[in-house]
């Protein structure tokens, strides 16, 4: 038995509950899979999944590539071990696609369509897959820059959160009622989402970008974003943290972090950190 939720939580859990067993095939015996990235969206998910079908009904699947940390792909394994759930890895291909390469405003939605189209091809028929479903929230779902969401609906994925009405709010919020590790882990886009658009992604610059987030976070700064600019590293950090960012002695250690993953120069936008900043004033130009 599962320890029972607070009245707010509960309504919530029991809409994505709904939600699963509506979609999932009348009197199926086959699974569901997850597309698990370790994040609160998808790791509340996987736990309400496995809390609504059962353990042996839910595969988490986790898309490994160069775009993927390995801080990331280690914590993702972690949680899904403390929900409970199965997990396999699939290697995806996403840097093969020119139009990945060439990093429009777009490029997400090459990478959610090689993952759907891995899951697919290579993880459905081998663990019984009937159908899968991936993180998007509510409040994901009416954002512009949100390119991935296109690719789901191609490969007819599920989005439960979402058609649930479950916004980003309510996901932090029923993820700490259910007890979930990464409930307070702050949002960690994909590696290639610090490439300039129209600037190529390759390995090197996201080994660059990796390397440089991995000596931050040893330095306290939990969450942050380097952007790639060339030669230069824009370091975005929370608002509360850019004045600590400047006492001699970080500042030193952050520049020193920045020159170690290969670059020239590093600078701490006073901006803070910016969702979308790359893609949102493209994405808005063209809506106009």
Request: hydrophobic share 45%; glycine share 12%; net charge neutral.
């Given at each position: 038995?599962h ?7 509960a309504?919530?859990?029991d809409?994505?509950?709904?939600q699963?067993?509506?979609?999932m ?11 698990f ?5 998808s790791?509340?998910l ?14 988490a699947?986790i ?5 993927l ?8 394994r ?13 290697a995806?291909?996403?840097g ?37 479903a991936?993180g ?5 779902a ?5 390119p ?6 191609n490969?007819?994925?599920?989005r439960?959160?979402?058609?649930a009405?479950?916004t980003?709010?309510?996901?932090r919020?029923l ?5 979930l590790?990464?409930?307070e ?5 994909c590696?290639a989402?610090?490439?300039p658009?129209?600037?190529e ?15 931050l ?15 230069v590293?824009?370091v975005e ?17 952050i ?8 670059f020239?120069?590093?600078?701490v ?6 969702s979308?900043a ?11």
């Open positions: 038995m320890a029972p939720l607070p009245p707010g939580p309504a919530s859990a809409a994505v509950a709904r699963l067993r509506g979609r095939p009348l009197g199926s015996v086959g699974r569901l899979g997850v597309a990235s370790g994040g609160v969206d790791g509340l996987l736990a309400l999944a496995v809390r609504a079908l059962g353990a042996d009904r839910v595969l699947v898309g490994v590539s160069p775009s940390a390995r801080d990331e792909l280690h914590g993702a972690d949680v899904a071990a403390a929900i409970g759930a199965p997990v396999v890895e699939v995806t291909h996403e093969d696609h020119p139009m990945y390469r060439a990093n429009g405003p777009d490029r997400c939605f090459f990478c959610k369509d090689e993952l759907f189209t891995r899951i697919s091809d290579e993880v459905a028929g081998a663990h019984g897959l009937v159908a899968v991936y998007e929230n509510a409040d994901d009416r954002r512009p820059d949100r991935g969401a296109r690719a789901a609906t490969h007819d994925v599920l439960p959160l979402a058609d009405g479950l980003k709010a309510d996901v919020a993820a700490r009622a259910l007890g590790p990464n409930a882990k702050p949002a960690a886009p590696l989402s610090r490439i658009h129209f600037s992604v390759d390995p090197a610059k996201l080994a660059q970008v990796e390397a440089a987030e991995r000596g976070r040893a330095l306290g700064f939990v969450d942050c974003r380097v952007r790639h600019h060339g030669d590293a824009r950090l929370p608002d509360r943290e850019l004045a600590r960012a400047m006492e001699p002695e970080l500042r030193s250690a520049h020193g972090v920045g020159l170690e993953a290969g020239r120069f590093v600078a936008d006073v901006a803070g950190i910016q979308g790359f893609t949102l004033p493209l994405v808005r130009l063209g809506d106009g």
